[in-house]
């Protein structure tokens, strides 16, 4: 831009940039760094130039008409709802929450697709684990907006927030003719932005039944790629015997994903060893190492070489081949090595066929995962929604929990630490349970980020699944903290790490600020009213700390982001992020607070734009000033 000269004698650079209210741009995103890589597609008018593309991947580009993937129709509008940016907030509840200020766990109750959407800039590749129980399909278990690529407003509308025009959630038939499509359709986006969010090292989880496992598996396929598929574990939901239909389906799956599956196989943790596990390890022989077990030193010689054939002398003098269609597992001169440190059992007589030593110290700490999970291991749905009747005082308030011993089985495989969980299926919320079980059990901590809609249970008490879904998290909070508070106090309590038992809640809701609608006619009349809504374009009712948390938000920064309420020249600023960010939301600016906010040398700095009330030259003086001091940004809204 040329430095201009407005009609008030401004030069256009010294005015700060306008907040982008929109959520993450995905698709503008990938294209600035298609054009990174390949700069010279890039057009005059800064678009892809198609076939400078072709030419630059050569023979890597398919341009034939027929190819293998997967299609349904809807699809196309899928990527338009995936592109199409959120304009809404998540509205802070502090009187719904527990521990708010203090808090790193969310529980947001909304439409999952705009939610992921909002996410995106604060939670940009830094979920280590994503676990969600979404719909079956079995055609009457879930409710779904009948215009997906109205999300938003469909939403509002279903909410009761703004006047209803028609369109609502419903449950998905099997009449309908594009049964297996309206799922497809519900899912693609919201596992699209999902994956955005995952870590490098991350991880989904998903659970599913036959109805579709076979799309789910494809369409998994189609957005983290083949080559990250990981596993589709095999679940014992039940153990006793359902007579009423033709056969007693006794499980269900849980398929997982990795974000890069190299990255994941390396922080991948061993299960812990159970009783049964150790139970195998002894030391007939004395060794001064430890406890051990032994494995075979044989195996199948389909690829073995030349170097895994001969003849091994044991200690009582018998000569032992491997045995016929087999070979050793290590060399000649690797198994004289092993036999040289003690580390080859020949058995008590030392005629056996001889065995490796593995000991519990060199064992990594625990078990291999393995695909079957049985009801022993991780639960069942029976013992779930006992479970969850218990902490309900003996009220059934939804029927089809999952265990928390299952989740707590994946967590146990892909998390450690304080990393962060996210399920946007949040249902009873299962996953909450889970992190603070496990927390307790390991003293790790780990975030959860729960997502689900408020969706009708015709209940008095609870109304909607959200509603319970806070409530039961709520109740697990308060008896692990019983638990803890009744047991005697340890060695090590008042020293140890302080684990995170809260949560903020936060409510989807159109954005705070009212926006400019281009589309309005363009008569007077028409013109006039829209310039009059934005005299004041902050919405009628909302606080400071729902701007606030918007802000925060659209700029990037993490909802549990830490914010210290200082006073300067007499106005309030809020210091995000120990001064990465400065936000002042006060009406009446003064070149005192500018000098101020610019004194304590922050990354960044919001002001509303309202604030300066017309004064350009105030404005002009902020950008410089805010200049001279490092503030890298400096935007209004």
Same mark, same amino acid.
């Given at each position: 831009?040329?430095?201009?000269?407005?009609?008030?004698?401004?030069?256009?650079?010294?005015?700060?940039?306008?907040?982008?209210?929109?959520?993450?741009?995905?698709?503008?995103?990938?294209?600035?760094?298609?054009?990174?890589?390949?700069?010279?597609?890039?057009?005059?008018?800064?678009?892809?130039?198609?076939?400078?593309?072709?030419?630059?991947?050569?023979?890597?580009?398919?341009?034939?008409?027929?190819?293998?993937?997967?299609?349904?129709?809807?699809?196309?509008?899928?990527?338009?709802?995936?592109?199409?940016?959120?304009?809404?907030?998540?509205?802070?509840?502090?009187?719904?929450?527990?521990?708010?200020?203090?808090?790193?766990?969310?529980?947001?109750?909304?439409?999952?697709?705009?939610?992921?959407?909002?996410?995106?800039?604060?939670?940009?590749?830094?979920?280590?684990?994503?676990?969600?129980?979404?719909?079956?399909?079995?055609?009457?278990?879930?409710?779904?907006?009948?215009?997906?690529?109205?999300?938003?407003?469909?939403?509002?509308?279903?909410?009761?927030?703004?006047?209803?025009?028609?369109?609502?959630?419903?449950?998905?038939?099997?009449?309908?003719?594009?049964?297996?499509?309206?799922?497809?359709?519900?899912?693609?986006?919201?596992?699209?932005?999902?994956?955005?969010?995952?870590?490098?090292?991350?991880?989904?989880?998903?659970?599913?039944?036959?109805?579709?496992?076979?799309?789910?598996?494809?369409?998994?396929?189609?957005?983290?790629?083949?080559?990250?598929?990981?596993?589709?574990?095999?679940?014992?939901?039940?153990?006793?015997?359902?007579?009423?239909?033709?056969?007693?389906?006794?499980?269900?799956?849980?398929?997982?994903?990795?974000?890069?599956?190299?990255?994941?196989?390396?922080?991948?943790?061993?299960?812990?060893?159970?009783?049964?596990?150790?139970?195998?390890?002894?030391?007939?022989?004395?060794?001064?190492?430890?406890?051990?077990?032994?494995?075979?030193?044989?195996?199948?010689?389909?690829?073995?070489?030349?170097?895994?054939?001969?003849?091994?002398?044991?200690?009582?003098?018998?000569?032992?081949?491997?045995?016929?269609?087999?070979?050793?597992?290590?060399?000649?001169?690797?198994?004289?090595?092993?036999?040289?440190?003690?580390?080859?059992?020949?058995?008590?007589?030392?005629?056996?066929?001889?065995?490796?030593?593995?000991?519990?110290?060199?064992?990594?700490?625990?078990?291999?995962?393995?695909?079957?999970?049985?009801?022993?291991?991780?639960?069942?749905?029976?013992?779930?929604?006992?479970?969850?009747?218990?902490?309900?005082?003996?009220?059934?308030?939804?029927?089809?929990?999952?265990?928390?011993?299952?989740?707590?089985?994946?967590?146990?495989?892909?998390?450690?630490?304080?990393?962060?969980?996210?399920?946007?299926?949040?249902?009873?919320?299962?996953?909450?349970?889970?992190?603070?079980?496990?927390? $307790? /059990? +390991?003293? @790790?901590? *780990?975030? #959860?980020? !729960?997502?689900?809609?408020?969706?009708?249970?015709?209940?008095? &008490?609870? =109304?909607?699944?959200?509603?319970?879904?806070?409530?039961?998290?709520?109740?697990?909070?308060?008896?692990?903290?019983?638990?803890?508070?009744?047991?005697?106090?340890?060695?090590?309590?008042?020293?140890?790490? $302080? /684990? +995170?038992? @809260?949560? *903020?809640? #936060?409510? !989807?809701?159109?954005?705070?600020?009212?926006?400019?609608?281009? &589309?309005? =006619?363009?008569?007077?009349?028409?013109?006039?009213?829209?310039?009059?809504?934005?005299?004041?374009?902050?919405?009628?009712?909302?606080?400071?700390?729902?701007?606030?948390?918007?802000?925060?938000?659209?700029?990037?920064?993490?909802?549990?982001?830490?914010?210290?309420? !200082?006073?300067?020249?007499?106005?309030?600023?809020?210091?995000?992020?120990?001064?990465?960010?400065?936000?002042?939301?006060?009406?009446?600016?003064?070149?005192?607070?500018?000098?101020?906010?610019?004194?304590?040398?922050?990354?960044?700095?919001?002001?509303?734009?309202?604030?300066?009330?017309?004064?350009?030259?105030?404005?002009?003086?902020?950008?410089?000033?805010?200049?001279?001091?490092?503030?890298?940004?400096?935007?209004?809204?």
């Amino acid at each position: 831009m040329n430095n201009k000269t407005t009609s008030e004698g401004l030069a256009m650079s010294d005015q700060p940039e306008k907040l982008d209210l929109r959520s993450f741009d995905i698709a503008e995103d990938k294209r600035q760094e298609l054009l990174r890589l390949f700069p010279e597609v890039r057009t005059e008018g800064g678009k892809i130039d198609f076939e400078r593309l072709k030419l630059a991947l050569g023979e890597m580009m398919d341009v034939g008409k027929e190819r293998y993937g997967m299609n349904w129709p809807g699809k196309t509008d899928c990527f338009k709802t995936i592109q199409t940016p959120s304009l809404g907030t998540l509205l802070p509840c502090p009187e719904e929450s527990v521990n708010f200020d203090t808090t790193e766990n969310l529980i947001i109750e909304g439409d999952n697709l705009e939610v992921l959407k909002l996410l995106q800039k604060s939670y940009l590749g830094k979920v280590k684990m994503i676990y969600i129980d979404p719909p079956y399909n079995t055609g009457n278990d879930f409710i779904y907006p009948d215009n997906y690529t109205e999300s938003l407003q469909t939403y509002l509308e279903y909410t009761g927030q703004v006047d209803a025009q028609g369109k609502k959630f419903s449950t998905n038939t099997d009449t309908d003719g594009r049964f297996h499509s309206k799922w497809l359709n519900m899912m693609y986006p919201r596992l699209y932005l999902a994956r955005n969010l995952l870590r490098e090292d991350g991880v989904i989880f998903i659970s599913i039944d036959d109805n579709e496992l076979s799309n789910l598996r494809a369409l998994t396929n189609e957005v983290f790629g083949e080559e990250n598929f990981i596993a589709n574990f095999i679940w014992e939901k039940r153990t006793t015997r359902e007579n009423r239909r033709v056969f007693s389906f006794n499980h269900e799956y849980v398929l997982c994903v990795a974000r890069n599956k190299e990255d994941f196989e390396q922080a991948r943790n061993l299960l812990p060893l159970t009783d049964e596990a150790r139970s195998r390890y002894a030391n007939p022989d004395n060794d001064p190492r430890g406890l051990w077990q032994s494995v075979s030193l044989n195996a199948q010689a389909g690829h073995a070489t030349k170097e895994q054939f001969y003849s091994i002398a044991t200690p009582g003098g018998r000569i032992i081949d491997p045995p016929t269609g087999r070979c050793w597992v290590v060399t000649k001169s690797r198994m004289e090595e092993l036999i040289a440190d003690n580390r080859v059992w020949f058995g008590e007589s030392g005629n056996n066929v001889p065995r490796r030593k593995v000991f519990l110290s060199e064992a990594k700490g625990g078990l291999t995962p393995q695909t079957l999970w049985t009801a022993s291991e991780v639960g069942t749905n029976d013992a779930a929604k006992k479970e969850l009747i218990d902490l309900f005082d003996g009220v059934a308030v939804f029927e089809t929990p999952k265990p928390p011993s299952l989740v707590r089985r994946m967590m146990e495989i892909a998390t450690d630490g304080s990393d962060i969980v996210l399920d946007f299926f949040a249902g009873s919320g299962t996953t909450a349970h889970a992190v603070l079980d496990l927390n $307790k /059990q +390991d003293s @790790g901590n *780990r975030k #959860f980020i !729960l997502v689900q809609l408020p969706e009708p249970t015709g209940r008095d &008490d609870y =109304p909607t699944i959200a509603e319970i879904c806070k409530e039961r998290v709520r109740r697990v909070i308060k008896k692990l903290n019983d638990e803890d508070a009744a047991r005697e106090p340890g060695l090590f309590d008042e020293n140890g790490p $302080k /684990q +995170d038992r @809260g949560f *903020r809640v #936060f409510k !989807l809701a159109e954005s705070n600020f009212k926006p400019w609608n281009a &589309d309005v =006619p363009h008569d007077e009349q028409a013109l006039v009213r829209q310039i009059e809504l934005h005299i004041d374009h902050i919405r009628e009712g909302r606080t400071q700390e729902d701007i606030l948390y918007e802000i925060l938000l659209k700029s990037g920064f993490p909802l549990t982001a830490p914010v210290e309420t !200082l006073q300067l020249a007499g106005k309030t600023v809020y210091s995000v992020a120990e001064g990465a960010l400065f936000i002042c939301l006060e009406r009446q600016l003064t070149l005192e607070l500018i000098r101020a906010m610019a004194g304590r040398r922050p990354e960044r700095v919001v002001c509303l734009d309202e604030g300066f009330a017309g004064n350009d030259q105030l404005k002009a003086n902020a950008v410089q000033i805010f200049k001279t001091k490092g503030v890298t940004s400096f935007k209004t809204v």
